[in-house]
């Protein structure tokens, strides 16, 4: 299982562009990159995945380079509802259940 | 549709008591997961399973037991509760494998005195 390492916690301010960085370089051939969110009492929700180059959504980007050794979440414009636990996981769709989540990255955005 | 639901929200257990944490999808998903989250902690899987009759364990499953016999039911029972299973329980369900986008549940929140 690929393991993931990311930044405990970090700050930003609204309207700013927050990029978070996940490293997994025991990454797998057939494995995705999954991003989860995660509010206060509340289960985690999915927010983008990926396998390699960029993927992009209503919600943020994904950017994966050619080594896929990491990736980068990226939140365009954040607002205070994007305070949150955000966490990168690594898995095979063919693996069963064994996806590991690690302890995420917590963000807070200030006015 | 309401995606998967969890029950109970909040239970307080005396220490040595049992109980079982419901857990409903209506997604028709084949894969289904419990999760725990311990305060300021990420998730640890307890146990999972591909489909009806089929279960495995994952990081953290002594403790608690599991059933599946059905596609939409995955209930967690706790034998036996011990002050170190207070914590908040989440199900989820995907139609794949774990890496496919997994639907967790509001969470059942427990505390064990």
């Known amino acids: 299982l690929a393991k993931t390492t990311q930044p405990i916690s970090m700050d930003s301010y609204e309207g700013q562009e927050v990029n978070i960085t996940c490293s997994h370089n025991?990454?797998?051939?057939?494995?995705?990159i999954t991003w989860y969110q995660q509010f206060p009492s509340q289960g985690p929700r999915f927010i983008i995945q990926?396998?390699?180059t960029k993927v992009t959504n209503e919600v943020a980007s994904l950017f994966i380079p050619a080594d896929r050794k990491s990736s980068t979440l990226s939140l365009p414009r954040v607002s205070l509802s994007d305070t949150a636990v955000y966490y990168c996981?690594?898995?095979?769709?063919?693996?069963?259940?064994?996806?590991?989540f690690g302890q995420g990255t917590e963000l807070s955005v200030k006015p | 549709n309401a995606g998967v639901t969890q029950t109970p929200k909040f239970r307080i257990l005396k220490i040595g008591q049992s109980m079982t944490l419901q857990c409903t999808q209506d997604m028709n998903h084949n894969y289904m997961y419990w999760y725990r989250q311990d305060p300021g902690m990420g998730l640890k899987l307890i146990y999972y399973s591909v489909g009806a009759g089929i279960t495995d364990k994952g990081e953290v499953p002594n403790g608690y037991n599991v059933s599946r016999s059905t596609t939409e039911d995955f209930p967690l029972r706790l034998e036996l509760a011990a002050p170190s299973q207070t914590s908040v329980y989440f199900c989820?369900?995907?139609?794949?494998?774990?890496?496919?986008?997994?639907?967790f549940g509001p969470g059942t929140r427990l505390l064990v005195l």
């Open positions: 996981l690594v898995g095979d769709w063919n693996q069963g259940g064994k996806l590991i």
């Open positions: 989820a369900s995907s139609q794949q494998g774990a890496g496919e986008t997994q639907y």
């Open positions: 990926g396998y390699k």
């Open positions: 025991n990454i797998a051939t057939n494995d995705y």
